[in-house]
């Protein structure tokens, strides 16, 4: 099941802000739902930007590191801006969007994913691949 974080930032988390703390408390919410996925013998993969190291490893904790795998969409902030479908990145650097990742807003990128994935450079189908051999290699998928 697709955990998309826009989709969650307008259910489940909606109330939180773009701040720090409420930030943490998204990643915290989205990991708790994923590790109930899991405990269902479901995949969940949970498509959001987690800019803080330490709520990346709270996912982890709370899915089970055994049943966790962290993919980084490596791509840098210049091509994010480009793509940018909603001009959300000419809001934030307009000010009229604040604690924007990547702008007025830190990114930790991961020290050591299970997964890096350049887009720039892969297909979405060597992503796939990529993706797959890591559940295989973790016992998740056969």
Known sequence: YLLDGDRVRRGLSQ????????RRENGRRVGEVAALFADAGRI????????????RAAAREAAGPERF??????TPLAECERR????LY???????ITEFTGIDSPYEAPLDPDLRIDTRQ????GAIEGIHACLAAKGILT
């Not at 109330?15 to 409420?22: C, K, N, R």
């Open 122 to 125: 892969e297909s979405v189908q």
């Open 90 to 96: 000419k809001k934030a650097r307009q000010g009229e």
């Open 15 to 22: 109330e939180l802000g773009d701040d720090a703390a409420a």
């Open 44 to 55: 969940a993969i949970v498509a959001l930007i987690s800019p803080y190291r330490a709520g």
């Open 84 to 87: 940018d479908p909603r001009g």
């Open 69 to 74: 795998i962290e993919v980084h969409i490596a």
